[in-house]
């Protein structure tokens, strides 16, 4: 059973900065995608980054690019998201999650796997 487990959120002010990392155990596939998720209040989850851990590719949503960064430490079976330039729009719950996408990385069916989430507040 994949369990995972996010740290590093907390409450920044807007064009700050945070890294929020990712602990998966059990994970064995090394085709998995690992992502980000977040669900910003009032709002349903949408994707903001995922990697596709055997190659490394990754797919960003189109309002973090240039802002965030993913990566990943397959030694240490961690993901990290890099959030550079917050604004108070990227304040949510952020997600990680883990599996195998039936359609688009960035949509939520087929990442079986789910984290508890931590929150980051972006305000002035």
């Not at 980000?36 to 349903?44: A, S």
């Not at 590719?57 to 890099?82: E, P």
């Not at 917050?86 to 990442?111: H, I, N, R, S, V």
Request: with cysteine; hydrophobic share 30%.
């Amino acid at each position: 059973q994949v369990q995972l487990v996010e740290s590093g959120g907390g409450s920044v002010q807007p064009r700050g900065s945070l890294r929020l990392s990712c602990i998966a155990s059990a994970v064995t596939h090394r085709a998995i995608y690992m992502g980000w998720f977040r669900q910003p209040p009032g709002k349903g989850r949408e994707g903001v980054a995922t990697i596709r851990t055997g190659d490394g590719r990754i797919y960003y949503a189109d309002d973090v690019k240039g802002r965030f960064t993913i990566s990943q430490d397959a030694a240490k079976n961690t993901v990290y998201l890099l959030m550079n330039s917050l604004k108070p729009e990227d304040t949510a719950m952020y997600y990680c999650a883990a599996g195998f996408p039936t359609g688009w990385p960035l949509e939520q069916p087929g990442y079986n796997y789910w984290g508890q989430g931590t929150q980051v507040t972006v305000s002035s």
